[in-house]
T-cell receptor, first 112, second 112 residues
Framework: QKEVEQNSGPLSVPEGAIASLNCTYS??????FFWYRQYSGKSPELIMF????GDKEDGRFTAQLNKASQYVSLLIRDSQPSDSATYLC????????????FGKGTRLSVIA | EPEVTQTPSHQVTQMGQEVILRCVPI?????FYWYRQILGQKVEFLVS????????KSEIFDDQFSVERPDGSNFTLKIRSTKLEDSAMYFC??????????FGNGTRLTVT
């Protein structure tokens, strides 16, 4: 059974700082990873996905994947109070188009 | 941008009653999912549906649960005899092949 692990936080960062969110996974064969943002009481919203080792940047967000060490991270530059949410890491349970397994999420608080 | 829509947003029911949660996936998507999230816990996979049949289901998805795609647009989750522990947010999601999941806004189910 694939496991996706995240530190539940809360992670507090000052406004304008870089927030670093980490996720580890148990299945070395995992190929794709997804970061979702979830505001309290709302549904998960896709932030980024990454398939290849290395970095992928999209605006203020950078996803980093290290398959050898089995971790994936999300960096948020110039953090804003509106970034305060729970960030969920997810990976397909058996690769390809199989259902996503989610981590418990890391709660991020950006302090103005 | 196309959205996954779910109705109702909040459903209150008594223990032992049947409930039907409704979803309209994004129109050109082929894979449909139900997830649930008990308050304060992780997002959990229930069932996936492709080509008019269940493709995968989790241990949570027992005989009390069923899914249907009664026409070309709706996708429903039925819980036959609700229990207190079925109280949760239920999210519908859809995707095209190997693409990230797009979630609806969820239905909050409260069983009293």
């Amino acid at each position: 059974q694939k496991e996706v692990e995240q530190n539940s936080g809360p992670l507090s960062v000052p406004e304008g700082a870089i927030a670093s969110l980490n996720c580890t996974y148990s299945d070395r064969g995992s190929q794709s990873f997804f970061w979702y943002r979830q505001y309290s009481g709302k549904s998960p919203e896709l932030i980024m996905f990454i398939y290849s080792n290395g970095d992928k940047e999209d605006g203020r967000f950078t996803a980093q994947l290290n398959k050898a060490s089995q971790y994936v991270s999300l960096l948020i530059r110039d953090s804003q109070p509106s970034d305060s949410a729970t960030y969920l890491c997810a990976a397909p349970s058996q690769g390809g188009n199989t259902p996503l397994v989610f981590g418990k999420g890391t709660r991020l608080s950006v302090i103005a | 941008e196309p959205e996954v829509t779910q109705t109702p947003s909040h459903q209150v029911t008594q223990m032992g009653q049947e409930v039907i949660l409704r979803c309209v996936p994004i129109s050109n998507h082929l894979y449909f999912y139900w997830y649930r999230q008990i308050l304060g816990q992780k997002v959990e996979f229930l069932v996936s549906f492709y080509n008019n049949e269940i493709s995968e289901k989790s241990e949570i998805f027992d005989d009390q649960f069923s899914v249907e795609r009664p026409d070309g647009s709706n996708f429903t989750l039925k819980i036959r005899s609700t229990k207190l522990e079925d109280s949760a947010m239920y999210f519908c999601a859809s995707s095209i092949n190997d693409s990230p999941l797009h979630f609806g806004n969820g239905t909050r189910l409260t069983v009293t």
